[in-house]
């Protein structure tokens, strides 16, 4: 028997063994997928929780439920990796041997590496809603919120859903608006970036959300500490952003293992091939969603794409031949925008997100980079498919590889 070693049962572990599960044979190779808890989160529900949308119940499933018959769940904290012996520990000492290894422990907000971030404001007037502790917190503390400086920030990037903050922006706006507080608030949006994305027509776009939102773009904020005493943001270069309310993006870190193995850069992500994921130090060794350093979106979109991708050229892989398919980098992102309307953004490693209709030319019927009521209900609807199509490893009618078909490349206004 071999052995596959999954590292992690969120999306992406949990996508791959279980399609893995149908195209490798029972009698042939054992499939064991290792996280440290039974629970599973549907991680885009966090940003509706503050706003009062959305019980645990529906964003939390036992992982055990997502995966199919034949794949082993061993409850437990990876220790440490030892890549020459094909080995995984756990904490308390249990160790497991592979013949090939996915890592995908995904990446974890951070907060401890800020500063004071974790000082005697944290959850009082500090918030994050990247957990859903977190973002339960922040729910109540808007109960009470109905003036003052209200700031969304992100402290470093690489984030996962690198929109997620933008859409909390654009939803707090309208649940202030709502709630007849919007007038009490003055709303910045702090960000590492010189925009408010990273990619030009997009940016731009965004950019100019903000500024019909009257929310303040403060750029190119290299955040050093907080200064919990005065409730201050203050950067590297000097400058402080005051707030009496404080939504924060952690930094966002790999596990802790992958440092401790060596496997991993700075931020503990691991280095791969962005094409075939498989790890640039170890041939049986892949690292797939957030928790590789592909210069990728660290999303659910992009891990489902990529894992599309990975299947063939893993089968490839383990029989000696080489690996014929090549992830484009492809994400493809809802973003909130309030009013019940939300615009797609379709992108790749090579192209940035256009304009146009999505996923057919025309008709669409989603549009991108346009606040629809369709795409609205695309994002609303996209936490059924995730449980009940992407994680069980469905086939989705959608290409893993990005089109060109019903974008508008030369024309970012249409
Ligand atoms: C607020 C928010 C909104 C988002 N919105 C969107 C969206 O609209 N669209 C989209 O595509 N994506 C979105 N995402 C991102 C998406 O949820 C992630 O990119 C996706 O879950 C990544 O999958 P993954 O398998 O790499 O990591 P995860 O799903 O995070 O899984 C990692 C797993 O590894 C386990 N693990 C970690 N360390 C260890 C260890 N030491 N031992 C054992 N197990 C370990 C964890 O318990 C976890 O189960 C959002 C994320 C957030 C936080």
């Known amino acids: 028997m071999k052995n596959l070693l999954v590292l992690g049962g969120g999306t992406a572990g949990t996508m791959v063994a279980n399609k893995l599960r149908d195209r490798l ?23 509706f929780v503050p706003f009062g949308h959305y019980t645990p119940e529906q964003l939390v499933r036992p992982r055990r439920t997502l995966l199919k018959e034949g794949i082993h769940f061993v409850l437990g904290d990876v220790s440490r990796v030892t890549a020459d012996d094909n080995t995984v520990t756990l904490v308390g000492g249990v160790e497991l041997h592979y013949d090939y290894l996915v890592i995908a422990t995904g990446t974890t907000p951070r907060p401890d590496q800020t500063p004071g971030m974790l000082g005697r404001e944290w959850r009082r007037s500090i918030f994050d809603f990247y957990t859903l502790e977190g973002a339960q917190a922040l729910a109540r503390a808007l109960e009470s919120f109905d003036h003052g400086q209200l700031v969304v920030h992100i402290a470093e990037m690489p984030i996962k859903c690198p929109v997620a903050p933008l859409e909390f922006t654009f939803l707090a706006d309208d649940w202030l608006r709502t709630h007849g507080l919007r007038d009490r608030v003055e709303m910045v949006y702090v960000t590492p970036l010189d925009a408010a994305f990273t990619q030009p027509v997009a940016a731009s776009i ?3 959300m903000l500024v019909e939102r009257k929310v303040r773009l403060e750029a190119d904020f290299m955040v050093e500490r907080v200064d919990d005493e005065r409730k201050v943001l203050v950067s590297y270069d000097g400058r402080e952003v005051p707030f009496d309310l404080l939504v924060t993006i952690p930094v966002n870190m790999g596990a802790d293992f992958v440092a401790r193995s060596r496997l991993g850069d700075e931020l503990n992500y691991v280095p791969v091939d962005k094409h075939t994921l498989l790890s640039v130090a170890h041939d049986n060794i892949f690292a797939l969603g957030d928790a590789s350093n592909a210069p990728a979106s660290k999303a659910g979109s992009v891990a489902h794409f990529a894992v599309e991708v990975f299947v063939d050229n893993f089968l490839q892989h383990v029989a000696g031949r080489p690996m014929t398919g090549s992830f484009d980098g492809h994400a493809n992102c809802f973003v909130e925008a309030g009013d019940h309307k939300a615009l797609l953004i379709d992108f790749n490693y090579d192209t940035q997100p256009l304009p146009g209709k999505y996923p057919l030319p025309v008709v669409g019927p989603m549009s991108l980079l346009k606040a629809t009521r369709a795409n609205h209900l695309g994002k609303l609807a996209f936490r059924h498919i995730y449980w009940n199509v992407l994680l069980p490893g469905h086939p989705v009618p959608l290409p893993s590889h990005m089109s060109m078909v019903g974008k508008h490349p030369a024309d970012p206004e249409a």
């Open 206 to 208: 965004l950019g100019d």
């Open 25 to 47: 044979a029972d009698d042939a190779w054992e499939i064991t997928v290792v996280d440290q808890d039974d629970a599973h989160h549907y991680q885009p529900g966090y940003l």
